[in-house]
């Protein structure tokens, strides 16, 4: 298994540009999420996903687009890139959607927007 | 809402020094907590976790118990080694609005650096 993958590891944006942050997993898990790492403010939830065609709003959703087509895969797509989404991007999976704590992380993608 | 809050870092210690890192909690109920781990490089993994009051989560000599009567989920290691130096970040569990699915609520994180 490879577990939790996200590509690209490093992007810089222009101010404007659109992107689209790749998450897959290969352990079936009905559970995904997305996370936003700045320092100091640990992690905060972008989007999360249920199963798949289920998505809904975490804590900071503005600007961000997700999509369910798939158990496997869960893209996150900025819209207009704005240099306050500079950060580090962690995907995240889970078996149960009760029991997200048992969250398998992806490696991160740093996004720098200038 | 529901919150955490973890001493701040960085701490820097020697090689076989006690550890303990701060972690108090604000929840209406009775949420599970957890320890995470984030070694350079590499994204969050669950180092232990307790689900109710008086619980003691361990893994990897690492341990923290669950007090709810003064909020707390402290985390402690009697020797530390060079290869525990990372992020650790506390954090529970909170349901989202009236749904049955879950989120995690971390804390800000605290970067521990042990020294040969």
């Known amino acids: 298994n490879a577990g939790v993958t996200q590509t690209p590891k490093f992007q810089v944006l222009k101010t404007g540009q659109s992107m689209t942050l790749q998450c897959a997993q290969d352990?079936?898990?009905?559970?995904m999420s997305w996370y936003r790492q700045d320092p100091g403010m640990g992690l905060r939830l972008i989007h999360y996903?249920?199963?798949?065609?289920?998505?809904d709003q975490g804590e900071v959703p503005n600007g961000y687009n997700v999509s369910r087509s798939t158990t496997e895969d869960f893209p996150l797509r900025l819209l207009s890139a704005a240099p306050s989404q500079t950060s580090v991007y962690f995907c995240?999976?889970?078996?149960?959607?009760?029991?997200?704590?048992?969250?398998?992380f992806g490696p991160g993608t740093r996004l720098t927007v200038t | 809402g529901n919150s955490v809050t973890q001493m701040e870092g960085p701490v820097t210690l020697s090689e076989e020094a006690f550890l303990t890192i701060n972690c108090t909690y604000t929840a209406t109920g009775y949420p599970s907590l957890f320890w995470y781990v984030q070694y350079p490089g590499e994204g969050l993994q669950l180092l232990l976790k307790?689900?109710?009051?008086?619980d003691k989560g361990s893994n990897k000599g690492f341990e923290a118990t669950y007090r709810k009567e003064t909020t707390s989920f402290h985390l402690e290691k009697g020797s530390v080694q060079v290869s525990d130096s990372a992020v650790y970040f506390c954090a529970l569990s909170d349901r989202i609005g009236y749904s049955s699915a879950s989120k995690i609520i971390f804390g800000s994180g605290t970067r521990l650096s042990i020294r040969p």
């Open positions: 352990m079936n898990h009905e559970y």
């Open positions: 307790a689900t109710k009051a008086d």
């Open positions: 995240a999976s889970s078996p149960d959607r009760d029991t997200p704590y048992e969250q398998y």
């Open positions: 996903s249920v199963g798949a065609g289920i998505t």
